[in-house]
């Protein structure tokens, strides 16, 4: 059973960063029924093997990451899952755990159009809930690796988007694609973004998402 009591936790984050960009953050679902390893949604493309994301570097920040998980380096190879409990193909943090965060490089600022997340699993580790920071990489107070407990909105970060696609009613699992865009047709020019990840749940130690591939896709 998924808690509004997450839901919660993130009203006092939200607050004081809601208001420095308006993005569109679009959810589809495909409930266990019809979810297959094509990735295939109504509006969202299918994961990516030569967007902007497949060359960046990851780093982990903080928080564990589950042993039995693949590599930070699954969210980026354009590869998905082959079933809907295919752990070694996702990315999730040590069951138990509240998350955690981890960073993207790509090397130099990068204009991006989209950011556009996919996840899998039959039960409570579908549903997506993190916060989407980013950074150019030249600001003054920058601090790359802030941990759980800091606000990168205080050391050099730009809070982008809150993404959730727990669903007010329903199953929960099966898979799930957020994309992040804004209505100027640019999040802006970032080197950096970073993944702030939560638990979907309290109600047992499986909150913690299977997060499949993340693409971003940069402007001409």
């Keep these: ?111 991006i159009s989209q950011v556009v997340s996919y996840s899998w699993h039959p039960n409570s580790r579908g549903p997506q809930l993190y916060k989407l920071y980013a950074a150019e990489g030249s600001e003054a107070n920058l601090d790359l690796a802030p941990k759980r407990g800091v606000d990168p909105a205080t050391c050099g970060w730009k809070f982008i988007a809150l993404v959730n696609t727990i669903p007010k009613q329903g199953e929960d699992g099966g898979q799930y694609a957020a994309r992040v865009t804004d209505s100027s047709g640019s999040l802006g020019r970032y080197r950096y973004l970073m993944f702030d990840c939560y638990v979907t749940e309290l109600s047992d130690n499986w909150g913690n998402t299977f997060y499949s591939e993340i693409d971003v896709m940069g402007r001409p």
């Excluded at 960046?56 to 590599?71: F, H, M, R, V």
Aim: negative net charge; without cysteine.
């Design 1 to 111: 059973m998924l808690l509004k009591t997450v839901l919660l936790l993130f009203a006092f984050f939200v607050v004081s960063t809601a208001t420095f960009l308006d993005p569109k953050v679009e959810v589809e679902h495909n409930p266990n029924r019809t979810a297959s390893r094509n990735f295939k949604f109504n509006s969202i493309a299918s994961p990516r093997k030569d967007d902007a994301a497949a060359k960046a570097i990851l780093t982990l920040i903080d928080g564990p990451i589950d042993g039995g998980s693949g590599e930070l380096t699954a969210l980026i190879d354009g590869l998905v899952p082959t079933n809907e409990d295919d752990p070694g193909a996702n990315v999730y943090f040590r069951a138990g755990s509240m998350g955690g965060r981890f960073r993207m490089d790509f090397g130099s600022p990068l204009d």
